[in-house]
C-alpha cells in the first residue's frame, strides 16, 4: 500500500490535488439544487456533498462553496428562503454536469442546458422536469465555516415529488430502481445496484437480511 503523506500532497498540482482529495470521501448523491433570484431568472447547480440531518423534523444540509467561487445557489437561497433538490439520472447527466458551469447570473442554466424546467404549488423555487425524485425544501440556517469560507446550509423538506414504483412498504426508497446516479470527485457519474438491506443491528444478535 503507498502512502502520501499531506506535506507531499501539498506538492502536487492544484488540479492532480483536487481531483485526489475529492476523491477520498467516496461516493455520493448527484443533485441539481434549484433556485431563483431578486433577478426572477431560475438558476440550477450541482451539489454532491448533501446530509441527513434528521427526520422529525425532516433535515437536510450541504456544503456551498465560498460566494467568490459560487455566489448564485446561496444568495438565491437567502433571498427567497425557498430552494428544490432533484436527483440526476443517466438519460441527462451531460445536461446536470453543464450546470456547473460558472454561468452569469442573468444566465438561467435551465435554459443553458436543455434541461426542462417546473414549477409546483406553495414552491417559489424550480424543479428540474425530467427528475423522478424531487423535494421543495426551506432555509432553516446558514452556517459559515470559517476555516475554509465555505458555507453549510440547512434546510427542511416540505414537499417530495417521486416516482411512487421505488417506494416499498416500509418507506423505503429504492433508488436504483429509479436509477438516480452518484457522483466521484467533481466530474465521475456512476450508476448504483442493491447489494442488500439487513435488519436493525443489536449485540450478540445474529445479521438478518431484509
Given at each position: 500500500?503507498?502512502?502520501?503523506?499531506?506535506?507531499?500532497?501539498?506538492t502536487?498540482?492544484?488540479?492532480?490535488?483536487a481531483?485526489?482529495?475529492?476523491c477520498?470521501?467516496?461516493?455520493?448523491g448527484?443533485?441539481l439544487?434549484?433556485?431563483?433570484?431578486?433577478?426572477?431568472?431560475a438558476?440550477?447547480?450541482?451539489?454532491?456533498?448533501?446530509?441527513?440531518?434528521?427526520?422529525?423534523?425532516a433535515l437536510?444540509?450541504?456544503?456551498?462553496r465560498?460566494?467568490?467561487?459560487?455566489?448564485?445557489t446561496?444568495?438565491?437561497?437567502?433571498?427567497n428562503?425557498?430552494?428544490?433538490?432533484?436527483?440526476?439520472?443517466?438519460s441527462?447527466i451531460?445536461?446536470?454536469?453543464?450546470?456547473s458551469?460558472?454561468?452569469?447570473?442573468?444566465?438561467?442554466?435551465?435554459?443553458?442546458t436543455?434541461?426542462?424546467?417546473e414549477?409546483?404549488?406553495?414552491?417559489?423555487?424550480p424543479?428540474?422536469?425530467?427528475?423522478?425524485i424531487?423535494?421543495a425544501?426551506?432555509l432553516?440556517?446558514?452556517?459559515?465555516?470559517?476555516?475554509?469560507?465555505?458555507?453549510?446550509?440547512?434546510?427542511k423538506?416540505?414537499?417530495?415529488?417521486?416516482?411512487?414504483?421505488?417506494?416499498?412498504?416500509?418507506?423505503?426508497?429504492?433508488?436504483?430502481?429509479?436509477?438516480?446516479?452518484?457522483?466521484?470527485?467533481?466530474?465521475?457519474?456512476?450508476?448504483?445496484?442493491?447489494?442488500?438491506?439487513f435488519?436493525?443491528?443489536?449485540?450478540?444478535?445474529?445479521?438478518?437480511k431484509?
Open positions: 500500500m503507498q502512502h502520501y503523506s499531506i506535506d507531499e500532497i501539498k502536487w498540482d492544484r488540479f492532480y490535488r481531483n485526489f482529495i475529492n477520498l470521501s467516496g461516493f455520493k448527484a443533485t439544487i434549484g433556485t431563483i433570484g431578486t433577478n426572477k431568472v438558476n440550477l447547480g450541482v451539489f454532491s456533498n448533501l446530509v441527513h440531518l434528521g427526520s422529525d423534523p437536510i444540509g450541504f456544503i456551498n465560498p460566494r467568490e467561487a459560487a455566489p448564485h446561496i444568495a438565491n437561497i437567502e433571498s428562503g425557498m430552494y428544490t433538490m432533484n436527483h440526476i439520472h443517466p441527462f451531460q445536461k446536470a454536469h453543464q450546470a458551469a460558472k454561468y452569469i447570473a442573468d444566465e438561467s442554466e435551465f435554459e443553458a436543455g434541461l426542462g424546467i414549477w409546483r404549488e406553495n414552491c417559489t423555487a424543479f428540474v422536469a425530467e427528475s423522478k424531487k423535494y425544501m426551506e432553516v440556517e446558514i452556517i459559515p465555516i470559517r476555516h475554509n469560507g465555505t458555507f453549510f446550509i440547512i434546510g423538506v416540505l414537499d417530495v415529488y417521486i416516482d411512487k414504483t421505488i417506494l416499498a412498504s416500509d418507506g423505503y426508497l429504492h433508488l436504483e430502481k429509479a436509477n438516480s446516479v452518484c457522483s466521484l470527485g467533481t466530474d465521475g457519474y456512476y450508476a448504483t445496484d442493491l447489494l442488500g438491506r435488519a436493525y443491528a443489536k449485540p450478540g444478535k445474529p445479521i438478518e431484509i
